[in-house]
């Protein structure tokens, strides 16, 4: 269920968070200085990133859970919330990159919100928010 304004931090209204079915929980940053932050400061490195392929939008951080790997379900459900927050939102089929965060880092004197990404699967998916119950 969609919590759009809740914050991971106190003070940081730059996040959208959800929750997916298993308890898996999803942060997508507003603009670009929030996507970094998600990305190399909040994103721990077994974390899940992904980011809609050659278009803005937000980067979106599936948590990791300790002993657990996310199912493919769970990959798609998150790769269709970042492709809702890009601008692709309003396309059919977008494609979407996921890597874990560890693979995530930025290039030097790159401006806020670029980063690279190594490792990466793509998801085709269409732009969602998770249902609400």
């Known amino acids: 269920m969609p919590k759009e304004e809740t914050t991971i931090e106190r003070g940081w209204p730059g996040v959208y968070e959800y929750e997916l079915p298993g308890c898996w929980v999803v942060l997508a940053g507003k603009a670009d200085a929030d996507n970094e932050r998600l990305s190399l400061k909040v994103a721990k490195p077994n974390d899940w990133w992904f980011h809609v392929r ?19 379900d769970t990959l798609k459900r998150t790769a269709a919330i970042a492709a809702y927050h890009s601008k692709g939102r309003a396309g059919g089929v977008v494609a979407v990159s996921c890597t874990q965060a560890r693979y995530v880092t930025k290039p030097r ?3 806020p919100g670029t980063v690279e990404i190594r490792k990466e699967t793509v998801f085709k998916v269409r732009p969602a928010l998770p249902e609400r119950d």
């Not at 050659?54 to 493919?72: F, N, T, Y």
């Open 109 to 111: 004197g790159a401006k």
């Open 54 to 72: 050659g278009m803005p939008g937000s980067h979106v951080i599936l948590r990791a859970k300790p002993g657990e790997k996310p199912d493919r």
